[in-house]
């Protein structure tokens, strides 16, 4: 079956430090992928997403590429912020047209002035 | 961008009674909405898809008569859990796609999640 690892949290870093919050998958097939951040007391919003290999999924500076070879999919910002402390889900999506999202355990960052 | 609204966003109920979530697409369409389950430090677990105008799929362990879907309208989705006992208490999360365009490539939009705890 399908299934998400993201590494466990919470990430603590200093404003302007270097993110990364590791994602690998398993799945069958060619599944799209995702990341969802969740602020504090609001809904999971999508974040970015990659649909293909070696595509790259951008937003707010944040970035990630999938790499089939890997099966992996991390994601990255050069210049946190303490307005980017949220939860960050990776979640996948097999390609099937009617298939829900499998999610990993979601990863809280947590950025100080 | 989409709005999905989920009410209440907490809910404290005694053991054995029932409490109903609600969850509202406010401004799309949604012909297909899904009710996911968080437990501390866990993933995301779907339960249910829930179909308008038809009886919801539940995912394998979920019980059906503890958790009743209804699927009324193109904008409204309700969670009942019945019977409700401790081992219920949760966070529970709704999601609806727009119904229009390429089913595929279609965004889930979250609603902001409800906590239950049963005492």
């Known amino acids: 079956g399908n299934s998400v690892t993201q590494m466990e949290g919470p990430v603590t870093l200093s404003e302007e430090a270097f993110l990364t919050i590791n994602c690998t998958y398993t799945?069958?097939?060619?599944?799209?992928l995702f990341w969802y951040v969740q602020y504090p007391g609001e809904g999971l919003q999508l974040l970015l997403k990659?649909?293909?290999?070696?595509d790259k999924g951008s937003n707010k500076g944040f970035e990630a590429t999938y790499r089939k070879e890997t099966t992996s999919f991390h994601l990255e910002k050069g210049s946190v912020q303490v307005s980017d402390s949220a939860v960050y889900f990776c979640a996948l999506r097999a390609d099937s047209g009617y298939s829900t999202l499998t999610f990993g355990k979601g990863t809280m960052l947590l950025v100080s002035p | 961008g989409a709005v999905v609204s989920q009410h209440p966003s907490w809910v404290i109920c005694k053991s054995g009674t029932s409490v109903k979530i609600e969850c509202r697409s406010l401004d799309f369409q949604a012909t297909t909405m899904f009710w996911y389950r968080q437990f501390p430090k866990q993933s995301l677990m779907l339960m249910a898809t829930s179909n308008e105008g038809s009886k919801a799929t539940y995912e394998q362990g979920v019980e059906k008569d503890k958790f009743l879907i209804n699927h009324a309208s193109l904008t409204l989705s309700t969670l009942t859990v019945t019977s409700a006992h401790p081992e219920d208490s949760s966070f529970y999360i709704c999601?609806?796609?727009?119904?229009?365009?390429?089913?595929?490539?279609?965004?889930?939009?979250f609603g902001q999640g409800t906590r239950l705890t049963v005492v």
């Open positions: 999601s609806a796609r727009d119904s229009r365009g390429i089913w595929v490539f279609a965004e889930a939009f």
């Open positions: 799945a069958t097939g060619y599944p799209s």
């Open positions: 990659a649909t293909k290999a070696d």
